[in-house]
């Protein structure tokens, strides 16, 4: 069992005050891949990783990295990671807290020494703020780094590529430094929760049981115009009603079903107007589940029932997937270690719960077994200025992670 009780919470509360000021906005804080601010703050971190008496490097993609390395620097890594990248007017925990925890915990334990390497990276890309995809970081270190992102451009026209060369990154080298299976024992992530699970449990931390798949459409519906005073209700065609008992369906089903869906977007086409039968109504749904079978099959049936309101409603339905992500479990191994640590420190049963959101894990778990801790953050406000952790919780999550450490040592065959 650890024995520290020193608070070493506020030095990681202090560094996420400072890695916010990198910010591409005056006022707020919005980092994206590739930019001078990505530079910057890496740059910081690379100081703090190496007060904390880590080897540090830059990767082929820009992640930044610092190694703890074992007695015999042979042998397997253990990698503590999140992403450094944010979104658009971010808050300062989400990814960077678990930079800073696990390198504040590295610092903790610089006197310890274990029989695997420890690195803690810096992951460049989760949130996909500059480029239309996501997790470029952690997918070029678990070898799926895919080529054709090369050409993706950002919103000034500039190609990835070319957004790599004026980084000082070689793009013919992009990936190809990933990591081996064979030689990384685990991945862990410590990461706010980004939903209101844990405040609503009182509780500092919870262990991620995995991450939610998800798939996205864009649904298209098109009956037809008409004059808003001259066509009786039995003979209209009115695509944004059928829109709105879909919309409806698709909220009872999902209650019904333990799913999440979502219609987060819903335009009538060039806007509407006042005295006009809705012709065209455009909408996306987000549909989410841990289990994939259930997420596979609410699909499918929800885009039926949607198909018979349009049939009934005389409508057309046009349906494009737009996303996909499957589910990803969490090791049984690593939950359970998780599970002790979280017992060690706050000497009580610990917590279990899925993630709702995509997170550096997605990637990870294609090179090595994953594991994730939650903090509470209050309210469960994220992606917003507002987001915000407590100091307490912090301190329980940063002992956490240390104990983590120790647990895999002493379950890891010497
Ligand atoms: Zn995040």
């Known amino acids: 069992m650890l024995k520290t009780t020193e608070c070493h919470a506020q030095s990681i509360m202090d560094k996420a005050d400072i890695l916010a000021r990198f910010s591409c906005d005056e006022g707020a804080l919005t980092r994206g891949y590739l930019t001078k601010e990505h530079k910057a703050a890496h740059q910081q971190l690379a100081i703090w990783m190496e007060e904390a008496g880590l080897t540090t490097w830059e990767d082929s993609v820009g992640n930044q990295w610092g190694r703890k390395v074992a007695s015999n620097p042979d042998a397997p890594t253990v990698i503590i990671g999140s992403h450094s990248d944010t979104v658009t007017n971010a808050g300062k925990y989400d990814g960077n807290l ?19 390497n420890i690195d803690v990276v810096a992951f460049a890309d989760e949130e996909g703020l500059r480029f239309d995809t996501t997790l470029i970081g952690s997918s070029a270190v678990a070898g799926q780094f895919n080529a054709q992102w090369f050409d993706i451009k950002d919103s000034e026209g500039i190609t990835m590529a070319q957004a790599m ?51 996205r459409f864009k649904l298209d519906v098109s009956g037809v115009a008409g004059h808003a005073g001259t066509v009786p209700l039995p003979l209209r065609h009115d695509a944004l009603c059928a829109v709105a008992e879909m919309i409806s369906t698709i909220e009872t089903y999902a209650k019904e079903n333990d799913i999440v869906a979502t219609v987060g977007k819903c335009d009538v086409k060039k806007g509407g107007a006042v005295n006009v039968i809705p012709g065209d109504v455009s909408f996306t749904i987000d549909i989410r589940s841990l289990e994939q079978t259930k997420l596979e099959s609410a699909c499918e049936h929800l885009l039926e029932q949607l198909e018979s309101i349009a049939e009934y409603r005389n409508v057309d339905l046009g349906c494009e997937q737009i996303y996909q992500a499957d589910a990803v479990k969490c090791a049984q191994s690593l939950q359970s270690l998780w599970g002790n640590a979280v017992e060690v420190v706050t000497q009580s049963s610990p917590y279990f719960l899925p993630s709702g959101a995509g997170h550096d894990a997605l990637a990870m778990q294609h090179l090595t077994n994953v594991g994730m801790l939650f903090v509470r953050c209050e309210k469960g406000i994220s992606h917003n200025p507002k987001e915000a952790v407590m100091t307490e919780d912090v301190q329980v999550a940063l002992q956490c992670m240390m104990e983590m450490l120790l647990q895999i040592e002493s379950n890891s065959p010497q």
């Open 98 to 116: 678990g930079i800073l925890l696990g390198i504040e915990s590295l610092k903790q334990l610089s006197h310890h020494e274990f029989p695997f």
């Open 165 to 215: 060369q004026d980084f000082g990154l070689l793009p013919s080298k992009a990936g190809l430094d990933c990591r081996d299976p064979k030689e990384t024992l685990a991945y862990l992530e410590v990461h706010i929760e980004q939903g209101p699970v844990l405040e609503a449990q009182d509780l500092a931390v919870g262990v991620v049981t995995g991450i939610a798949g998800a798939k």
